[in-house]
């Protein structure tokens, strides 16, 4: 496929479907180049792609299935889109450090590719009073192959990254509360399917580094809260 130039080409690449309920439409729309007048739109259609489908395959669709319909807040940046971001602090990194990022249609300088979006889990913000950043964060590691997660204050977004040579790092902009430190909580699938919020794994956690040295073996350890999925 090459670079879309035309109306007839931008809307055969934004038909592409990425996974089963994806489709690249759905990772295109820019404010800032909406405001702008800045081309949202790939100059490598099919590196774009590739690494799109890693993301939706891997990461998104197995979130949409398991906590319900997911929003995309932040997806595939153009250079030309994320520069002007990145000039105007826009909230937006380098060109440069977003390659295999949000930039999907340039790979990192050891050749490898990978695509970042950020969203917005309703199932999480309806509990956000309830639970904190930390549970998804957890399940996301236990049950995911995500190359980087980075979680903010609003509405519990965070940005999830797919990558072929995943880094596996997590980090957050959210402050915690001191009661955070003790009502954090783990989300895991018990045996009837249904989720559960594990509650006093840091406790355990603390337990386990004093007694044995094994944080591994000490996050089994914890009480357990029943939740559906509304």
Known sequence: MKAPKSVRAAEEFSRTRLSQS???RDF???????????????DDPELA???????????????????GRIAIRSAYRSPEVNDFGCRHRLSCASNERN???HTWDRRTKDGRMGALTTIVVPWLVDRMDTTSWEAMAWWIHDNLPYSELQFFPKLFAFNI???EAPKRTIY?????????FVD????????DGRLEIRRDFLEALDRCHRSSGRP?????RKLTLTIGLT
């Open 22 to 24: 994806f489709f690249m």
């Open 28 to 42: 295109l729309f820019s404010e800032i180049a909406a405001i702008e007048g800045l081309s949202n739109l790939s």
């Open 49 to 67: 792609i590739a690494a799109g489908r890693g993301l939706c395959e891997n990461l998104l669709e197995p979130l949409q299935a398991t906590f």
């Open 99 to 101: 390659r295999a990022r």
């Open 161 to 163: 990254g797919w990558h």
């Open 172 to 180: 957050s902009f959210t402050r915690r509360k001191r009661r955070q």
């Open 184 to 191: 954090v909580a783990r989300i895991v699938l018990n045996d």
């Open 216 to 220: 591994a073996a000490c996050r089994r």
